[in-house]
């Protein structure tokens, strides 16, 4: 019931209804890649090589002559798992964190915080480079790196939503009624600090999406021959003057799926305030 | 300067507060929000704290459930005895299940105290589950029943619903249920009308008798509110700036009430009818406001508002004086 008012008020706002529109073709490419790419990502044809875009390669061909367009399609998978996993380690890290350090307060607050604070007074890119430095390129890497520098953000933000819900008179209430720390934290105080982080996150998803990207595109993210768009757009570096396509395509793809993860944030974050909430009703 | 209480006759006491201090510690100095605070409680008696806001009634209620925030709370001294136990030396888990299952409180604000994002009964039959033991499906039905017995029309929907969805005294009658679902042996009510508008309080205060009648909950009810105090309690305890300043069974207090404070409270209330006559009246008030508790007056808390004032009050605090069966009054001038 409360579902499908959400699903109602976030076809009222024309921003969610973009993001979620653009998200849901990026997805829907991803997962039907086999089927929908017209060539094989990976497959050389050294007689067409940079050939600009024609019907039968749409967007191009790079300097092996591969598809660029179903090198982009199958690199939305690659570009999604990235993004999807090291925003969920992120989050779990992060929330966590946060949450133990606000509701217990104190020392913990303060060693927790001390470390979070540490690690995001460092850029995250550079901290990601210094992870997968340490720990050798490679798509798992990529995901732990990401997800690590994320833990500043979503441990800041679930903090501070702690620390006004665990003040509120049925956290009170809970504990007159013999609740202990632990159904505190997961029956009154995650379910109320939620809304945030789910918002969080679906804008970290693009900053991910980026991460991934300029890690790929510096060369020691997803190694070759899987496409990433990161990878793609530093392949086509090299014939920027001759061949523009190969650069242009895949950084377009880039900017629109972190707009419409952006769009979709947005959206999320004002159906999801009641405030905004009722405006939205009103219309 | 220690005034130990003997148990009052009959049965032994379900619950017996012995000099209880709660202090807050702050920059600005050290709040004696609850100071030698002694009284007692027995099985299925209704007993009411009543006082201003800041008398120190809210936080005595806290420091029995050991809720106290600290810091910068801390129960300084005294003893909660519970059945003979003392809840300040148990252990925090021991705390946890009695709690809940043997004390339970509910709040003023029914608006805030129920969780948002969980229906009514899915948190009433949660409470069951957690402190008895029952499965998902027997704590359902028990939870659907208690909706009932707080007389929520058509249980089985209203189970289903969130808080949101109730107004303010359904909210109110589903605390009441989650609070007795366990059947606790004391029932702490801080201010549970408050909130609520005149009908709807004394349906709320008919309820909690009721279930008292059913369940033998003992009830602790704080309120500043006399009129609520009177219809529900037997016994009075009044509390003026961290200190019990009398206490007598609810008939004798409103009769004949002793000391200065309590006087001065009941003549600050309008009588319907008065006006014709007498003519036209002001309204009699206590005057000046209750005192900062970083600050307090030295000699009797009271004694700067006090109308009857002596040179004692300003000089020494006075101790509580016993007077007759269960009264007792904290003034110089309680026998003269």
Redesign the interface.
Known sequence: MKGTSMIQMLRKSPTAVAGSIIVAVVVLSALFAPWISPHSPVDTDLYSRLKPPSLKHPLGTDELGRDVLSRIIWGARVSLKVGVISVSIGMFLGVFLGLIGGYFGGVTEKTIFSFVDLLLSMPSLLLALAIVATLGPGIVQVMVAVGISLVPAFARVARGSVLTVKEQNYVLGAKALGASHFDIMARYILPNIITPIIVLATLNCAFALIMEAALSFLGIGVQPPDPTWGSILSDGRMTIRTASWVSTFSGLAITITVMGFNLLGDGLRDVLDPRMRRILQAK | MKKVFAAPNGPSPLLHLNNVRTYFYTVEGTAKAVDDVSFTLNKSETVGLLGESGCGKSVTALSI?R?VKDPPGKIVSGKILFNGTDLLQVSSSRM??????RI????Q?PM???????TIGDQIS??LV??ENMSKRESWERAVDMIAKVQIPVPEKRAHEYPHQLSGGMRQRA?IA??LACKPEIL?ADEPTTALDVTVQAQIIDLMLELREEFGTAIILISHDLGVIAETVERIVVMYAGKVVEEGSTLNVFDAPKHPYTRGLFKSRPKIGERSRYGRRRLLEIQGAVPNLFQLPGGCSFNPRCVEAIDACRETSPELIPMGENRMVRCHLANT
């Open positions: 459930m809720l946890k299940s009695i709690r809940g299952k339970a409180m509910i709040f604000e805030t105290s129920l969780n948002p994002v969980y949660e409470m957690a402190h605390m989650m609070a702490i």
